[in-house]
């Protein structure tokens, strides 16, 4: 199978998530890293999931609503001016989407910055894409972020800078998350 897999899939580690996983089941533990349901699903949502099937109603149907409610939205509250049809993209969850990003972007040789800690699975996509992932420590404990450390980061082979940050302060608590 290695000699299948390309150079630089074979560089690839395991994740955190999958690393604690492995753990637990050699240790017979109980495995809070990830959600494995030991229950079964309801039978309403058994039913309506059935009743979908049946109906044809499917992910694709429905797509460009999604986007041109998106497009609409982002005018309304932001200003912006957003093509739907070639600006937005409806992914399955935050890690399909990180990865549809940084492929469509990163070519080999490229620097991406990470605010540290990031996402886990985000070295080994822009990895898979060719590029480089540099990491810009933030500080603890309230994990700010140090402007010279991020421009200091800055090379003239950097292409994409992931900021994804959210912070959650005692000021913000009664707003809920406040973006940074």
Known sequence: M?????????LLKPSPIQELSHLAQRCNAINLAEGFPD???PPAIKDAAIAAIRADFNQYRHVQAICDYLAYTLKLTHGLDVDPKKNIAIC???SEAFAAAILAVVDE???VLLL??????Y????????????????NPPCWTLDLEKLIA???PRTKVIVLNRLQQSPQSNRKGFQQR
Not at 116 to 121: C, F, V, W
Not at 123 to 138: D, H, K, N, R, S
Request: hydrophobic content about 35%; overall charge negative.
């Open 116 to 121: 540290d800690p990031a996402y886990e699975t």
């Open 153 to 155: 980061a800055f090379t």
């Open 123 to 138: 070295e080994a996509c822009i990895t898979m894409a060719g590029g480089t992932p540099v990491y810009v420590a933030l």
């Open 92 to 94: 399955c969850g935050q």
């Open 2 to 10: 290695e000699k299948k897999l390309s150079k630089r899939a074979l």
């Open 109 to 111: 040789g490229d620097e």
């Open 39 to 41: 229950f079964p699903a």
